[in-house]
């Protein structure tokens, strides 16, 4: 096995372009695919960074994901947009759905935004990110086909994904609130990043096929399966069903409920709320109760362990920033999987090796 890699930004985005060509996808799509995937890692989600190409080549080769599709609109209603992603890559038709949510939630003062069929929608904070960046607020609800991979409270089998919650908040002056998070207590990529690294996740993560605790990150990724466990036990659970209701059955039409796995596909169906809060009420008072909440709770002194109180989004710029100037750390199995799948997409591996600057 070869070392684990430090790659430069700039170079990473040369190697993934030249990778994601090999979908056939025009050039507006392989950046748009690239900055999103290279964003989650920069802030450090790798779980839902450039590790997430071989599964969509193996997705693309079956015919689960349709390079160079569009967002197709089923319903417009003014305030409510329902909206088909076409099996499209999520980097490109979740935001062409947030553009037109945006548009309408400016005219409306709200927009009800339902998304279904997209394929992975990858880090579900970059729509809130796009939606504070037009000064509104966003909530998005989600769920995802694909396996069945965790397990519901008090169940010993999976049975739904990681239905990921995300809000965003924008703070006048301030960087935004993003809150955006798996309902599964790790995210599935996560489990994947601790396989292919060779560790261990902590205790009360995952149950094993028997539906017994375990520390073993295999039983989320090579069979046979176990199960992820909800975060925050019933409450977390209760998230879950949450999203699988209204980003599934609701926005999508469409939820998890078989134990298949013979797909590589992964679908999300999305439930987005969007708000502009200046339509709502009183903007001036709003945002400086914000900005006198926000302060009061980010006073709270640290206990022992932490350096600091947070808020959702600032864990995030912290590593971009970091990243940014240090490189993109890459585990060495990740990394020979990326460079088998531009194999399989018919684009030279050494080249995206050497584009890379590792060769
Ligand atoms: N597309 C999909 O199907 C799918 C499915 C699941 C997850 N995801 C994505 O996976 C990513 C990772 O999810 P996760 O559950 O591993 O995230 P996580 O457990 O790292 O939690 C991230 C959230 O917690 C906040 N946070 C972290 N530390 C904090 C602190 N000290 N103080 C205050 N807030 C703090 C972050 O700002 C962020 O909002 C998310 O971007 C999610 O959208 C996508």
Excluded at 29 to 42: G, M, P, R, S, T
Excluded at 67 to 93: E, I, K, S, W, Y
Excluded at 171 to 200: C, M, W, Y
Aim: net charge neutral.
């Amino acid at each position: 096995m070869s070392a684990n890699h430090l790659i430069a930004v700039d170079a990473l985005h040369r190697a993934m372009r030249l990778l994601v060509r090999g979908f056939g996808s025009g050039e507006a799509e392989v950046n748009a695919v690239c900055d999103n995937l290279i964003e989650a890692n920069l802030t450090g989600h790798d779980s839902h960074g450039i590790g997430m190409l071989p599964r969509y080549a193996a997705s693309f080769l079956e015919g689960g994901l349709q390079p160079n599709a569009h967002v197709r609109t089923v319903l417009d209603a003014g305030a409510l947009l329902r909206l088909d992603g076409c099996a499209g890559f999520g980097q490109v038709v979740g935001g062409e759905a947030m553009a037109l949510g945006i548009e309408r939630a400016r005219t409306h003062g709200c927009c009800v935004l339902a998304l279904g069929n997209a394929h992975h929608l990858g880090r579900i904070g970059a729509w809130a990110e796009q939606a504070v960046a037009a000064g509104l607020v966003s909530l998005h609800f989600v769920n995802v086909i694909s396996r069945g991979i965790v397990a519901p409270y008090g169940g010993s089998d999976a049975r739904f994904g990681t239905n990921p919650f995300t809000a965003g908040i924008p703070l006048k002056g301030r960087a935004p609130l993003i809150l955006d998070f798996a309902t599964s207590v790790i995210a599935q990529g996560k489990t994947r990043v601790a396989h292919n690294k060779g560790e261990r996740v902590p205790p009360e993560h995952l149950i094993d096929d028997q539906g017994r605790p375990t520390t073993d990150p295999r039983y989320s990724v090579i069979e046979p399966f176990g199960a992820i466990l909800a975060f925050g036990a019933h409450k977390g659970y209760g998230m879950a069903v949450l999203c699988e209701l209204l980003g599934g059955a609701l926005a999508a039409g469409v939820t998890q409920h078989t134990h298949d796995s013979s797909k590589k596909r992964v679908l999300n169906g999305m439930l987005t709320v969007l708000i502009d809060p200046a339509q709502l009420g009183d903007r001036t008072a709003y945002e400086a109760e914000m900005l006198t909440f926000v302060d009061w709770v980010t006073a709270s002194p640290p206990r022992a362990g932490f350096d600091r109180v947070r808020l959702a989004g600032d864990p995030e710029r912290e590593w971009r920033a970091r990243r940014m100037a240090a490189g993109v750390p890459v585990d060495a199995t990740t990394w020979d999987e990326i460079l088998g799948a531009a194999a399989k997409l018919g684009v030279d591996s050494r080249r995206v090796h050497a584009e890379a600057g590792l060769g």
